[in-house]
């Protein structure tokens, strides 16, 4: 059975629908953790789901459904932010992830070099570190090396 919250009429065939996605991610999950012989515990199916997946739990009927929960990995959240500034956060960087996937260009607009999306993934990259635990940015200094990388592809 599912939360009623999760079913609506789908517009186009009248017929009324269930959204089970993260049911069913779970489940995949699951199977794939079955099929390569591994025990099944949380930590493992955590492991296993997509990106896909951590996104959809900021959408409102998942959202709600999980009585808001998800928001609480963002201890340092800023105030004035929430579900809906996350939720586009973590959709920017998810398309931007699948344009890479795809092979599709990243740095140019037209036919002239252009880092804008580049540059404001980066930001979001860094906002959703920072409000989980700002002691990460830290780390993440270290390693990053976007900005030089932008800035020597300005220069050409």
């Excluded at 089970?20 to 949380?42: D, F, H, M, P, Q």
């Excluded at 492991?47 to 739990?57: C, H, I, P, R, S």
Aim: glycine share 6%.
């Amino acid at each position: 059975m599912s939360d009623p919250s999760l079913t609506h009429t789908n517009k186009k065939t009248g017929k009324r629908e269930t959204n089970a996605y993260l049911k069913n991610e779970v489940k995949k999950a699951e199977n794939r953790l079955t099929r390569n012989g591994a025990a099944i515990t949380s930590g493992r199916v955590i492991a296993e789901q997509t990106f896909g997946f951590w996104t959809d739990l900021f959408e409102v009927h998942h959202y709600r459904l999980l009585g808001g929960r998800p928001i609480q990995i963002f201890a340092a959240l800023p105030s004035k932010y929430g579900r809906k500034e996350i939720l586009q956060e973590l959709h920017l960087i998810r398309r931007f992830r699948n344009r890479i996937n795809h092979n599709e260009p990243i740095c140019f607009h037209q036919n002239q070099i252009d880092f804008s999306t580049a540059e404001a993934v980066h930001h979001s990259i860094i906002s959703i570190f920072s409000w989980i635990d700002p002691r990460t940015l830290q780390f993440i200094n270290e390693l990053d090396t976007v900005n030089q990388v932008i800035a020597a592809g300005k220069s050409l």
